[in-house]
């Protein structure tokens, strides 16, 4: 079965830091590939994805993630942070009929200056 | 374009009472979809809707839960009676293609 792994529930760094987020997946199909986040009192928003294509990846507000056949990983990065990137943010995959995501346990970040 | 919507964005319920949670996906967006967060849990899917019909429920956690997409514009997710594990977050999502567009979610506290 398909499943996400979000290797770490918390992360604080400082303002102007770099951040990076782990995400590891499990498929032996080819994925579809998603990163989303949820800011104080919103929805999800999506941040960026992988369907195909070139391996790194470019989102919104400054993200990028790279996807890794061999390693199975698609960590999110961020040069330098802000405050205003403090939310949840969740990884995903979709399943193998294409019907689902199948969600990380999602990952807080927290800047402060 | 209006985004994925939701109502209520709370409702709080007593055990054993009904409540009615309504989407309305993005214009066009054939494919709709409800998850549930759990507090502390990771996002899970309950169901999806192709146009009117169902086309992968196997994410509903019982026959307690009644989803339905009348005409393939709105749906509807209606839990009776709630149970106490049933609170949490209910989010809906709808696509075109391939990528799935959220909405806020509507916060169901079973007290």
């Known amino acids: 079965a398909q499943s996400v792994t979000q290797l770490d529930s918390q992360v604080p760094v400082f303002e102007e830091a770099p951040v990076e987020l782990r995400c590891n997946y499990s498929?032996?199909?080819?994925?579809?590939l998603f990163w989303y986040v949820q800011y104080p009192n919103q929805g999800l928003q999506l941040l960026l994805k992988y369907l195909s294509g070139s391996t790194l990846v470019k989102g919104i507000n400054g993200f990028e993630a790279e996807f890794n056949k061999s390693q199975t990983s698609f960590h999110l990065r961020k040069p330098s942070v802000h405050i205003s990137d403090t939310a949840e943010y969740f990884c995903a995959v979709e399943n193998q009929a294409g019907t689902a995501l199948i969600f990380g346990k999602g990952t807080t970040l927290s800047v402060s200056s | 374009e209006a985004g994925v919507t939701q109502f209520p964005s709370h409702s709080v319920i007593e055990k054993g009472q009904t409540v009615t949670l309504r989407c309305d996906p993005i214009s066009g967006h054939d494919n709709l979809y409800w998850y549930r967060r759990v507090m502390g849990k990771e996002i899970k899917f309950l169901l999806h809707f192709v146009k009117e019909s169902k086309q992968d429920e196997s994410g509903m956690p019982n026959n307690r839960f009644l989803a339905e997409r009348t005409g393939g514009t709105y749906s509807t997710l209606k839990v009776q009676p709630a149970e106490l594990e049933d609170s949490g977050v209910y989010f809906c999502?709808?696509?075109?293609?391939?990528?799935?567009?959220f909405g806020p979610g509507t916060r169901l506290t079973v007290l």
């Open positions: 498929s032996s199909v080819s994925v579809y």
């Open positions: 999502a709808s696509s075109g293609l391939d990528t799935q567009y």
